[in-house]
């Protein structure tokens, strides 16, 4: 089965500019997220998607940053605008179904953001 | 909120154990997780361990959870140069992975 697509791979923009990643889960997989990935840390869940509904975006800075899932498949991060602090690899995974025990998280390969 | 820390960097020669270390904070995390990262990928999940459990073996992979000190560890058998990579702990909750929370990642270097 193929795996999470995420595109583009790299973006370099500057400061103030606006940007947009694009993920495409495993085809059947309900819940997508958005994490975001910093030089030397863990990544920190930024949004959580079940079908095409927010299940939670409490880590999501709402005056820059939007994410939407339109028709609960692909879906689209949005930043605008950039800030140095962004700078980071944006991941995005999915699962069958957010609300199991254990649920088995496929990660993509991630989007790699430099911010001049 | 939950704090997950582990220890930056471990170096091991190809053929002997490696055993990376995490301690969490909240003792209600009901998971904890195993994940690999390696160069230019995403994360892959290794394996996991309930709360209610003591040790959970996979092959190579052993884990062990000290629940009362809230210490987590996986020990990686024979350690071959294709387990270079950072591993990273993360803790969660029952009912929703997303919830889970990530340490800082460990760099295993396996030397031939």
């Known amino acids: 089965e193929a795996g999470v697509a995420q595109s583009p791979r790299y973006k370099i923009i500057e400061k103030r500019q606006s940007v947009a990643f694009w993920c495409n889960p495993i085809s059947g997989h309900a819940t997508l997220y958005w994490y975001q990935q910093i030089l030397g840390q863990g990544p920190k869940l930024l949004i959580q998607?079940?079908?095409?509904?927010?299940?939670?975006d409490s880590q999501l800075p709402k005056d820059r940053f939007s994410a939407e899932r339109l028709k609960g498949v692909d879906s689209t991060l949005k930043i605008q605008p950039a800030k140095l602090e962004d700078s980071a690899v944006y991941l995005c995974a999915s699962s069958l179904d957010g609300s199991g025990q254990v649920n088995e998280q496929f990660f993509g390969p991630g989007t790699r953001l430099t911010v001049l | 909120g939950e704090d997950v820390e582990q220890s930056l960097f471990l170096s091991v020669r190809e053929g002997d154990s490696s055993v990376i270390n995490c301690t969490y904070t909240d003792s209600s995390s009901t998971y904890l997780y195993w994940y690999k990262q390696e160069p230019g990928a995403g994360l892959q999940l290794l394996t996991y361990i309930f709360s209610n459990m003591d040790m959970k073996q996979d092959q190579r992979l052993t884990v062990l959870l000290n629940k009362k000190d809230k210490h987590l560890s996986l020990r990686i058998a024979d350690t071959q140069t294709g387990d270079s990579a950072i591993y990273f702990c993360?803790?969660?909750?029952?009912?929703?992975?997303?919830?889970?929370?990530f340490g800082d990642g460990t760099t295993l270097t396996v030397k031939p």
């Open positions: 993360a803790a969660g909750f029952e009912g929703n992975a997303g919830k889970s929370t």
């Open positions: 998607f079940q079908n095409n509904g927010v299940v939670d």
